[in-house]
Each structure stands twice: as structure tokens, then as C-alpha cells.
């Protein structure tokens, strides 16, 4: 591998001008098919294979007609303190409000809360039902804006007024903070290479990256039903792995320069060196994302795959573009070592150089192995503690900021009918094969009033052909509640006795539950994923470094950091620390699909930097150097590199914690602690550590398997075989 690369990048090199016409012609293709397409929307979601999805499905067979994508807005209203909304005047404003809601743009219905008796008990708070033709992101901002006015009309009479729902739903909006991101990670390669031309050339291919990819997510986003946080994961997971991949083929590229190398020869060596380290830690990360397709959620694997793609192109990039660029740039970016611009002017040292903090710390390391491996596994485990009690959740109204209308509506509900009213349950009795299809819709209604925690069952509801009818439940405790959770399986329960007595089916839909299937359906999950990504990923790593325990090592870095990480989110979204501070306005369960994710990415991101930092301590060992003495050679030309690779990383994700939406600013910041417990804690503490306690053994690989293996020659080693020829042709030539 490692001499297609080294021919590849000569040949970016040299024909600099074409690989680049190749790619701005790609940018511009992509730009022009995002430019032509309609926004991104919310993905419709589907859970194939759980029972709310079964009832989804049943109920668009057998009521059609009744769209289920459709927005809706629930406008609530609330008299003052000492009057009811059933006083005239209330009553006139109500109606009049109604009215401006029917008129409003693609409105399929509006319903009148006296003739509903949608007015709580106490009178003091009701709601009108907006259903809309078309979905919340298809939704007109005449629609919008009528549907606003409507309600500003109302609270202008004296009433509160908010609304619920989907209607008001907009792509969502990321912070300033991410432009903060890249500004710091535009420092840090600055100080890293000491030249602004240097540090731009990795910024610069990773936007290029980036945009190429979140254009054709963009393009696509209508034809392959794409939501609009695909595009923005697949810009925080494409900048991150861009501007690393380019950093670390940009730095070796200058080690070879320091080496006395012409530039096009050293930027051929770099792309067959470091270039394969790319490549393999970009595998394990297409991997880990590609595999979020077993969980069999259609949403989560879009957004896996749209990711994966861009760090694919981030991959291309940084192999083909970073070269050309490089030839660009001729002697403006400087050897290693060779102090630029903005570091001295190029001043000769005149005394031999101190070893670098890398080094010092590798040697810290080796010198005390146990101590640095214990003091890293008890914080890393005291730090996962809070994971224990990780709660599972997907968001909804009441997860929003309470600056939020539509949060605001979710309270006075809450108030007005009970918790449990924002996450009714709808039951589904399919009576098809029953001999007496009423009775059987009274039964299933009399059973689940003897339940506990159920406030009101509505009366069946038949489609026309009789078959088939569906049951309003309003639980007695909010929707994330276990008490909630609890009602849904007894309801389940409760459908097999009907079964067994009238051949009715009985299943369970409705937001709450499609919420405990996503969450049942991901922990099932879980374990199989991690057995294939982590098992893939294991037979990958043995190939690049031939050792069985380096790799086995490796993986289990990685579950110390993401349970970690893991604590972390729970620590500061479920219980609040420093919630404030992150502009966590609620707190709550965690995202269902969060730890999933997160073994995924982080696994992908762990595994960049366990192949470039210790790729170059087997490139050391392989070269004769004893084992501890390998170990400091790597951190001595990896050490640096990697720690700017995940100061930038984490920069590029926490600066998503700005997002808007909830699920993005958390998965913003779950990946910015799992790089830094992963970066900082295993891969430089933990990794020398075992790697000085292993010795030799930590190299070891079985005969047979060595022979079986392919060789990949991460290390270049038929590059300096190459050499030696060469060099020995010459020598025969002098003689």
C-alpha cells in the first residue's frame, strides 16, 4: 500500500493543476445540486420491526386518507388569574381566533375547544387542534405567520397564548460558537507549524471536503428522505477528521523536508506513510459510522452513512489535494524544525535541541508505568460512575428550553390536563378476524380502564369498514416517566387476553411508544454492534500493527473512554452539572440514540489516533530499536501532532454545543470529552504505559497468522528498501 500511495502522491504533486480542476469541478457539481434542492426537513422516522411501527402501518391501511405527516399545532389558551375561559368575552376572543386559524395557508382543520370540550375541569385553560395538509418543514411561512397572529390577536385580548406542536418546527439554527471551533483550530495549527500557509492548507481541504459532502447530502436530501442533523453531523464528523488527516500528512511531509528530501519525493513519502495511517484509521471510522446500520433504524443509518461518505472524501483529500496544494506552495512551507515566519525568521539554532514535551513525557512514562496506568484507570472509572444511572429518552416539547413557546404550551397542558396529556397512547384493535368486532373494541376499552395510571380512555373509534378502531389513552404520569413506560406494556399484556377471548389484535402506538420501542430497540442493539464494529475494527488493527495485544489493547482503551464520556452527558445533561454554563437549559433523560452513537464515533476517532501514534513506535521497533525506547520515539515525531490533531477535534465538536437543537448540542459535547478522555488519558498515558509494562510481548504475533495476514507496509518499509537499492546502484556506479 504504502508505494501506491507514495506513487499517488508524487503524482498529485507533479500534476498538481489537474488534481485540482478535479476537485473544484467536484465542489462546484455538488454546490450547484444543493443550490437546485429544497430544504432539508425533519426525517420521517420509522422503527421496522417494533410494535408502534406495526401499528403505524395498520392505521394508514385501514383509515385512509388520514395522513399521519401532517403538522399540527395545539394553540393554548389561558384566562387570567380569577376568570375561566368559559366567560363570554373569552369564549368571543377563542372563536375569533379559531376563525383566523382556519383561514390560514394549507390548513386541513381547526377545532373549536367548547364544541371538543377541550377546556380543563377548572375551566381556566383550553386548546384549539390546528391539523395542517402538509408538514411542519413543507409548512408556508404565510402559515406560520397566520398561525402567530392568531395567537399574538388573543394575548392582545387579555389571554395567555402559546403553541404546541410541529407547525412552528424550523431547521435548526448552530451557534457562533462552531465558527469559534474552527478559529481555534486555525490557532493551533498556526502554533503547531509556525507558518499561516502551512496551518491554512488543512483548513482549507477540509472546508472543500466538508462542502463537497454536505452539498450532496443537501442534493439528495428529498430523494433519500435526509433530515437536516445528517448534514449537521456529517459537518462536525467531516471538519474534525479533515483538518486531522491533512494535519498529520502536512507534518510528515516536512519531517521528510528536514530529512534533505526533494519536495516532490517528500511529499510522495509522506502520502505512502502517514497517507496509510489515513487510510486504515479512516477504515475503522467508516466502519464504526456504515455499522450504525445493524440497529435497523432508517434514520440513525442515513446519518451513519452520510457521515461516513464524508470522511471518506476527507480521506481522498488529504491524499490527492493536500499534495497538489503542497506543489502549490513550493518552499513557503518549511522542514520540520526550520523556524518559519512567525517563529524567528529562520535563525539557526546553534546548540543541539532540548527534547521535545513528547519525549520528556514518554520517558516520565516508561520510567513509571503502574503508577500513570492506575492513576488513569481510576479517574477514567470515577469519571464513568454517573453512567450507572443513565436514563434513555427522545425529545420532545417538554425538553425544550423554557424560553421556548412551544415548551410553554407543553406546561400550561400539563397543567391544565394532567402530565400525562402530551403523550397520549393510541391503541389499535384490529378486529379483522373477530366474529364480533364491537365487542371486542369494548372489551380492549374496559380492560385498559381497569389499569392502573390511566386518567381517560376515550370510546373505540371505527374506520368505515368496521374492522379496525383505535382508542385514546392519557396516562396519569408525564411521557418519559417509568410509571408511563410501565402502562404501555400492560396495555401490551392486556392485548394478549383479548386475543385469546375474540381473536382481536391489540397494539400500541403514539409518540410515547414509539419512544420505549426506539430505546428498547437500541439496547438490544448495543452488544451486537459493539461484537461487529469492535470486532471488524480488531481484525483491521491486527493487520496494520502484526500484534495481537496492541490491538486488544486498544479496543479496551476505548471502552474506558466512551464510558467516560458516557458519564460525563449524563452528569451534565440528565443531573445538570454545569448545565448552566453549556446553555443546557433543561435537563432529562438522555437522547435514546446517544450511546450508540458515541460508541460509534468514538470508537472510529479512538482508533485515528491509536494507528498514528503508534504506527510510528512500530516503525521505530521494527527498525531495531528496543520496545521503551520505541515507545519515546513515537511520542518524539507523534506526540505533538496528535495532541494538536485533538485540541482541534475537540474544538470543531464543542463548538456544536452552540447548536440550537438539543440532540446536536449534546452529541457536540459527548464527542468533545470522549476525544479528550480518549487523546489525553488513554492514548497518552494508558497506551505507554501497557505498551513499557508489554515489551516485546506487546509485538508478539503467531508465525502462522503473521503469514496468513496481507502485508499493508503501514510503516513504508518497501519505500526504504527502495532506497537502500537505489543507493546501492549508485555506490556500484561510483566504483
Not at 74 to 89: L, S, Y
Amino acid at each position: 500500500m504504502a508505494t501506491f500511495l507514495y506513487k499517488l502522491g508524487r503524482f498529485s504533486f507533479r500534476r498538481r493543476h489537474l488534481v485540482a480542476l478535479i476537485w473544484v469541478a467536484l465542489l462546484a457539481l455538488a454546490g450547484a445540486g444543493a443550490a437546485g434542492a429544497p430544504a432539508a426537513g425533519s426525517t420521517s422516522f420509522s422503527i421496522p420491526g417494533t410494535e408502534a411501527q406495526k401499528a403505524f402501518d395498520l392505521l394508514e391501511e385501514r383509515f385512509p386518507g388520514t395522513s399521519a405527516d401532517g403538522a399540527t399545532a395545539r394553540v393554548v389558551f389561558k384566562a387570567p388569574d380569577g376568570e375561566k375561559m368559559t366567560d363570554a368575552g373569552h369564549k368571543a376572543t377563542v372563536r375569533k381566533a379559531v376563525g383566523e386559524l382556519s383561514d390560514g395557508s394549507q390548513v386541513a382543520s381547526v377545532t373549536d375547544p367548547y364544541r371538543a370540550k377541550s377546556v380543563s375541569e377548572d375551566g381556566t385553560i383550553a386548546y384549539a387542534q390546528v391539523s395542517y395538509e402538509v408538514s411542519g418543514m413543507e409548512l408556508e411561512e404565510a402559515g406560520k405567520d397566520a398561525l402567530e397572529d392568531a395567537a399574538q390577536h388573543a394575548r392582545d385580548a387579555g389571554l395567555t397564548v402559546e403553541i404546541g406542536g410541529d407547525a412552528l418546527q424550523t431547521v435548526p439554527h448552530t451557534g457562533t460558537t462552531e465558527i469559534i471551533g474552527i478559529a481555534v483550530a486555525a490557532v493551533v495549527l498556526v502554533i503547531t507549524f509556525g507558518s499561516l500557509l502551512a496551518a491554512g492548507l488543512p483548513l482549507l481541504t477540509a472546508l472543500v471536503g466538508v462542502g463537497i459532502g454536505v452539498s450532496a447530502i443537501t442534493a439528495l436530501a428529498g430523494p433519500l428522505d435526509l433530515g437536516s442533523t445528517t448534514s449537521t453531523l456529517a459537518t462536525m464528523i467531516g471538519l474534525a477528521v479533515g483538518i486531522d488527516y491533512a494535519l498529520f500528512i502536512v507534518s510528515r511531509y516536512r519531517a521528510e523536508l528536514a530529512e534533505g528530501r526533494e519536495r516532490e519525493e517528500a511529499a510522495g513519502r509522506a502520502v505512502g506513510t502517514a497517507g496509510s495511517a489515513v487510510v486504515f484509521a479512516g477504515l475503522t471510522v467508516v466502519i464504526a459510522l456504515v455499522g450504525l446500520s445493524v440497529v435497523d433504524i432508517p434514520m440513525l443509518t442515513k446519518m451513519g452513512v452520510a457521515a461516513a461518505g464524508t470522511v471518506a472524501l476527507a480521506v481522498l483529500i488529504a491524499l490527492t489535494m493536500i499534495p497538489a496544494l503542497l506543489g502549490y506552495a513550493g518552499r513557503r512551507v518549511h522542514p520540520a524544525g526550520a523556524r518559519g515566519g512567525l517563529r524567528g525568521g529562520g535563525r539557526a539554532a546553534q546548540q543541539p535541541a532540548r527534547p521535545n514535551m513528547g519525549t520528556r513525557w514518554a520517558s516520565f512514562v516508561v520510567r513509571r508505568p503502574v503508577a500513570v496506568l492506575l492513576l488513569g484507570v481510576v479517574g477514567l472509572g470515577a469519571a464513568a460512575v454517573p453512567a450507572a444511572s443513565l436514563e434513555l429518552g427522545l425529545p420532545d416539547d417538554g425538553s425544550q428550553p423554557t424560553s421556548t413557546t412551544q415548551r410553554r404550551a407543553y406546561d400550561l397542558l400539563s397543567e391544565g390536563f394532567g402530565p400525562g396529556f402530551n403523550g397520549p397512547l393510541v391503541v389499535v384493535v384490529d378486529a379483522k378476524g373477530s366474529d364480533d368486532p364491537q365487542a371486542a373494541f369494548t372489551a380492549v376499552g374496559d380492560e385498559i380502564k381497569g389499569l392502573d395510571d390511566v386518567v381517560t380512555v376515550t370510546p373505540p373509534a371505527p374506520n368505515k369498514a368496521g374492522d379496525t378502531a383505535t382508542i385514546t389513552v392519557v396516562p396519569d404520569s408525564k411521557p418519559s416517566s417509568a410509571t408511563t413506560e410501565d402502562l404501555v406494556h400492560a396495555i401490551r399484556d392486556t392485548g394478549a387476553q383479548v386475543r385469546a377471548d375474540t381473536d382481536a389484535g391489540v397494539l400500541v402506538t403514539g409518540s410515547t411508544a414509539m419512544n420505549i420501542d426506539v430505546s428498547q430497540k437500541l439496547d438490544d442493539a448495543l452488544v451486537p454492534y459493539l461484537v461487529l464494529v469492535v470486532g471488524l475494527a480488531f481484525l483491521l488493527l491486527i493487520v496494520v500493527f502484526r500484534s495481537l495485544l496492541v490491538p486488544l489493547k486498544a479496543a479496551l482503551g476505548f471502552l474506558l473512554s466512551v464510558t467516560a464520556a458516557l458519564g460525563a452527558v449524563v452528569a451534565v445533561f440528565q443531573w445538570g452539572w454545569l448545565a448552566g454554563l453549556l446553555g443546557v437549559e433543561e435537563t432529562g433523560p438522555v437522547m435514546s440514540m446517544m450511546p450508540i452513537f458515541m460508541v460509534g464515533v468514538v470508537f472510529g476517532l479512538a482508533m485515528d489516533y491509536e494507528v498514528f501514534l503508534v504506527t510510528r513506535m512500530r516503525e521505530a521497533y521494527v527498525h531495531g530499536e528496543k520496545p521503551g525506547q520505541a515507545v519515546v520515539t513515537g511520542f518524539r515525531h507523534g506526540a505533538r501532532v496528535v495532541t494538536a490533531a485533538a485540541v482541534i477535534m475537540m474544538a470543531v465538536f464543542a463548538g456544536f454545543i452552540g447548536s440550537g437543537e438539543s440532540m446536536v448540542k449534546m452529541i457536540g459535547f459527548g464527542l468533545a470529552i470522549a476525544v479528550f478522555f480518549d487523546a489525553f488519558v488513554v492514548r497518552m498515558a494508558l497506551v505507554p504505559a501497557v505498551l513499557a509494562l508489554l515489551g516485546r510481548r506487546a509485538w508478539w504475533l503467531p508465525k502462522w497468522l503473521d503469514r496468513a495476514l496481507p502485508a499493508v507496509d503501514v510503516e513504508g518499509e518497501g519505500l526504504r528498501t527502495a532506497d537502500a537499492g537505489t543507493d546501492a546502484d549508485g555506490a556500484l556506479a561510483r566504483v
